[in-house]
Every structure is written in structure tokens, then in C-alpha cells.
């Protein structure tokens, strides 16, 4: 069974520091690519950061240089490092394993929520 845990979320305030973990299971976690994604309330889900298998990274640009993502394969865990926090960046989180090989190996975390607020 495969399992895709989020945590780290929290409240901090803008300009302050979280690290986001996602601990996956159940599969061979050097082969998946991984992503973390947000949802603001109201707001669709979108792309925040992914890095291959290979260790190419992309970010959204509203992120960039702010947001670090790495992955660690001998923990099946995989880092969204996010500094200088906006009011903005407040959602909940959600990590996904994804194999692309084939459309069937894509699992998402239940998300994490981070809230930005003074």
C-alpha cells in the first residue's frame, strides 16, 4: 500500500521560515518524480515546486528564489524548504509522488496547511 504523508505545516509570520516534509511508502521512491503543490481558499490548486527523478527542479515563479524543494531517496522523503513567507503563500500543501511511466502510479498527500499571519 502506498502511503504519501505530509508535515511541517504551521502558522508563522511573513517573512518567517518553514520546512514541509513528505514521506512516501510503499514504493521505489528513487523513480518517482515529486511536486509540491497549494490550494488558497478559493483558489485552484496549483504547481509549487517539482523535482524528477534525475534531480531536475522547477518552481513557480512566485516562489523562486524563496522556495527550495530537495529530495533525500535513502529516507523516502522529499523537502520543501520555503523562507521569507508571504501573506500570499498561506494554503494547504500537498505532496505528489508520481511515476511517469505510466498515468496509474500518481499519489497525493492528504496536504499540510501553512498559514502566514501576523
Known amino acids: 500500500q502506498v502511503r504519501v504523508v505530509e508535515s511541517g505545516g504551521g502558522l508563522v509570520q511573513p517573512g518567517g521560515s518553514l520546512r514541509l516534509s513528505c514521506t512516501v511508502s510503499?514504493?521505489?521512491?528513487?523513480?518517482?518524480?515529486m511536486a509540491w503543490y497549494r490550494q488558497a481558499p478559493g483558489k485552484e490548486r496549483e504547481l509549487v515546486a517539482k523535482i524528477t527523478s534525475g534531480g531536475t527542479i522547477n518552481y513557480a515563479d512566485s516562489v523562486k528564489g524563496r522556495f527550495a524543494i530537495s529530495r533525500d531517496n535513502d529516507e523516502n522523503t522529499c523537502y520543501l524548504q520555503m523562507n521569507s513567507l508571504k501573506f500570499e503563500d498561506t494554503a494547504v500543501y500537498y505532496c505528489?509522488?508520481?511515476?511517469?511511466?505510466?498515468?496509474?502510479?500518481?499519489?497525493w498527500g492528504q496536504g499540510t496547511q501553512v498559514t502566514v499571519s501576523s
Open positions: 505528489r509522488a508520481r511515476w511517469p511511466v505510466a498515468e496509474e502510479y500518481d499519489y
Open positions: 510503499g514504493v521505489i521512491f528513487n523513480v518517482y518524480a
